[in-house]
């Protein structure tokens, strides 16, 4: 048995896990957490670690479970190959992935992080640039920007700010 790589329909990831899934077939996607913007808030998300990449365990001998309906899987695009030969994968780098992604289970790719600069996108302050502080009780952005040669923390919806540089 080896690992080889699925390559899957653009975001149909989960889509191809849950089908190759159903089909009895032993697959892998490593997955990361990160914070998005959705509807004007920051929200945490699930992302695949290889976009529109998976893994599958399949047997080369002639008893084991036939290759031919991956191809036809929804969310599936093809079997990676180079030539005619099919990619295969160290099981020990799936091992390692599956370990990295325990031991950062949890834990955010954070959007903005303490000390970046940002710049505000729209609103009276519109243009002018800042060092993000944190986020407050009320889901707003705390941003340390200079009015009138004098330092002053604003509040600011996430939505509001872009990442500078």
Not at 49 to 67: D, K, N, V
Not at 122 to 137: H, V
Not at 145 to 157: D, N, T
């Amino acid at each position: 048995m080896y690992w080889y790589v699925i390559h899957t329909k653009p975001r149909q990831e989960q889509r191809a896990l849950l089908n190759l899934g159903q089909q009895g077939y032993e697959c892998y996607l490593p997955l990361f957490s990160t914070e998005k913007l959705r509807q004007g808030s920051l929200i945490v998300v699930q992302e695949p670690l290889f976009a529109r990449y998976l893994f599958i365990r399949l047997s080369t001998c002639q008893s084991g479970q036939s290759w031919a309906p991956i191809r036809s899987t929804q969310g599936v695009s093809r079997l990676v190959a180079f030539g005619a030969e099919p990619a295969k994968v160290d099981a020990d780098l799936i091992e390692l992935l599956r370990l990295q992604s325990d031991r950062t289970h949890g834990t955010a790719q954070r959007l903005f992080n303490q000390g970046d600069c940002v710049q505000i996108k729209d609103g009276p302050f519109a243009g002018l640039q800042g060092i993000y502080q944190m986020i407050d009780g009320e889901r707003r952005a705390m941003v340390l920007i200079e009015i009138m040669s004098k330092p002053s923390r604003l509040s600011f919806c996430p939505a509001n700010l872009r990442k500078v540089g």
